[in-house]
C-alpha cells in the first residue's frame, strides 16, 4: 500500500506543470502566430490597399495560362508555393505539438466550450480559428491534434474550416480587390460551412462514434498517460510529437503538391470559358482538390474573370479553392473518419455550385 500511495503522485499531473503547460502553450502560439501571420499581415494589408492588388495567380505566374504538365511545371509550382507557406506550416506544426504536449486537456475543452453544448463549442471552434487565419493544410495538423485530445467533431471541424474560409484578413483582401458580390459569396457560404456544414456532418456521424472516440470520454478524465506530468515530461512529447507530425505528414504533403501543381494546365483548362455549365462542375471539383496559400484564391480568380470566364465558373471557387484541399484531406485522416471527411468534401463542393449560382443572381 505504502508503495502505491508513493508513485501515484509521479504520475499524476502537478498544479505547477500544468500552469506552466499552459503558460508553454499561450508562449508558442502567441510566437508562432506573430511570426507567421500577425506581423506579416500587418505589414501587407496597407500595402495590399495602396495597390489594390496581392499579386499574381500562383496558377498562371506571369503567364496568360497555366503550363502543360509537366515535372518541371511540378518543381515550379512546389517551389513557389513552398516559399508562400513554410513560416505558417512551421507555425501549424509547432501549434499542433504544443496542443499535445503542453496544453491540460481540460484547458483546451473548456477553450472549445465542450461541455456547453453542440452549438455553442462549434462557434467556439469557428471564433478561435479567426485567430490563426492559416491555409488549410497548416491548419491541419491542429485541427487533428485538438480533435485527439477530445474536442467535439463540430468544433473541430469549424476550427479547420474557419482558418482558410473566415480569415478576416483576406475578407478585407477580397473587398480591396474584387467586387463587393465575391465577398458577400464568400461571407455567405464560409458563415454556412464553418456553423452549419459541420454540425451537420458531426451529427450524422454521431451513430458511428467509436467506444474510443474522444468525444465519449469521461468529463472528468485527467488520465496521467493524456498530460504531462513535469516539464522535462512535456518537453520530451513536445519534440516527439513535433517529430512524427513531420515525418508522417511532410513526406505525403509534398508529394500531393507536386501531382497537382504538375496537372494545373489541365485543372484550369484556357478552353474552360466556353464550357458553361460543365465549367462550373470542374471548378467545383478543382477547387475542393487544388491546394494553394492563404489568399491564393483572388488573384486566381481575377485572373479567370480577366481572361473572360463566366460568373458561374469563377464563382465556383469562391468558396471552394481556400476551404480544402487534397492535400489537407489527407493530413487529418488518422483524427476523422473517411465518412466525415468526404461528407465535408460533398458540402464544400455542393456550396460551391450554391455560391456559383449566388454569384450569378447578384451579378
Known amino acids: 500500500m505504502a508503495t502505491t500511495e508513493t508513485a501515484s503522485p509521479a504520475a499524476t499531473p502537478s498544479r505547477r506543470a500544468m500552469l506552466l503547460g499552459t503558460i508553454g502553450f499561450a508562449a508558442v502560439a502567441v510566437a508562432a502566430l506573430a511570426w507567421a501571420k500577425w506581423l506579416p499581415y500587418t505589414e501587407r494589408l496597407p500595402a495590399v490597399i495602396d495597390s489594390g492588388t496581392v499579386g499574381t495567380s500562383i496558377v498562371n505566374g506571369e503567364e496568360s495560362a497555366p503550363p502543360a504538365p509537366s515535372w518541371r511545371a511540378a518543381v515550379d509550382y512546389a517551389v513557389a508555393y513552398g516559399l508562400a507557406i513554410w513560416p505558417a506550416m512551421v507555425a501549424g506544426l509547432l501549434l499542433a505539438a504544443s496542443v499535445e504536449a503542453f496544453l491540460p486537456r481540460r484547458r483546451l475543452l473548456k477553450l472549445f466550450a465542450r461541455h456547453r453544448g453542440a452549438a455553442v463549442s462549434t462557434a467556439a471552434g469557428g471564433a478561435l480559428s479567426t485567430t490563426s487565419m492559416m491555409c488549410t493544410c497548416c491548419a491541419a495538423p491542429v485541427a487533428a491534434s485538438v480533435r485527439k485530445r477530445g474536442v467535439p467533431m463540430s468544433s473541430a471541424l469549424a476550427f479547420w474550416l474557419g482558418n482558410p474560409v473566415l480569415n478576416p484578413v483576406v475578407l478585407v483582401f477580397m473587398a480591396v480587390v474584387l467586387p463587393w458580390q465575391f465577398v458577400t ?61 513531420s515525418v508522417v505528414l511532410i513526406p505525403e504533403y509534398v508529394v500531393i503538391v507536386l501531382l497537382l501543381g504538375g496537372l494545373r494546365g489541365w485543372l484550369f483548362p484556357a478552353g474552360a470559358s466556353e464550357w458553361g455549365v460543365l465549367a462550373v462542375l470542374l471548378f467545383a471539383v478543382v477547387g475542393t482538390l487544388f491546394v494553394i496559400p492563404t489568399a491564393g484564391e483572388i488573384p486566381i480568380i481575377q485572373g479567370l474573370a480577366l481572361a473572360g470566364v463566366a460568373l458561374g465558373p469563377v464563382g465556383a471557387l469562391i468558396l471552394t479553392l481556400p476551404a480544402l484541399s487534397l492535400p489537407s484531406m489527407l493530413m487529418i485522416r488518422r483524427a476523422f473518419p473517411a465518412a466525415v471527411i468526404a461528407a465535408t468534401g460533398a458540402s464544400v463542393f455542393a456550396l460551391g455550385l450554391a455560391g456559383a449560382g449566388l454569384l450569378v443572381v447578384l451579378s
Open 185 to 245: 459569396v464568400r461571407v455567405v457560404t464560409g458563415v454556412l460551412l464553418v456553423f452549419g456544414v459541420t454540425l451537420l456532418v458531426a451529427r450524422l456521424a454521431g451513430a458511428r462514434k467509436a467506444v474510443s472516440d474522444p468525444d465519449l470520454l469521461p468529463e472528468d478524465d485527467s488520465a496521467a498517460s493524456d498530460e504531462p506530468v513535469s516539464v522535462r515530461d512535456a518537453l520530451g512529447r513536445f519534440f516527439k510529437t513535433l517529430g512524427r507530425l
